[in-house]
């Protein structure tokens, strides 16, 4: 969490200014070679956390079909056109499969960078699902 050298100068935030502070979005150009200036923009906490969720099948399990898409689905969420209205929809998850690998994933990493979710996030979702199986065994 970014911390102040005098963090006790600033006043705290009530309820009201906490609820509406940090609604809107972010937006980011990035120049991915072999595409262009693509614009991308940040994800609300539930588009992320349906994103998250989307790793799973309904009845809690671990949905690997799900994992192998998680780039093209996130790219699909964050790059938009000039008026920020999405550029893609989840029809095109299989034609973002037929762009070449280093390309995409080019624009995966900067969409990723400016959303804030790592490898190690989905790591972490396959790290999961693979420990609930055992810890319902017990």
Do not use: W
């Not at 609820?19 to 906490?45: A, D």
């Amino acid at each position: 969490m970014p911390t102040t050298n005098q963090p006790e100068t600033l006043p705290l935030l009530d309820r009201e200014s906490f609820l509406k502070s940090g609604n809107g979005r972010r937006f980011t150009v990035g120049v991915i070679p072999g595409l262009g200036r693509v614009r991308i923009r940040s994800l609300k906490e539930s588009e992320r956390s349906e994103f998250e969720a989307e790793a799973f099948d309904d009845g809690g399990e671990f949905d690997h079909d799900a994992l192998t898409t998680a780039k093209r689905r996130l790219v699909i969420l964050c790059v938009v056109d000039a008026n920020g209205e999405p550029l893609l929809n989840f029809d095109d998850l299989d034609a973002l499969g037929e762009k070449d690998g280093a390309i995409f994933n080019a624009l995966y990493k900067e969409c990723a960078k400016h959303t804030g979710i790592n490898e190690s996030d989905l790591a972490a979702l396959v790290g999961n699902s693979k420990a609930t199986p055992a810890a319902d065994s017990r």
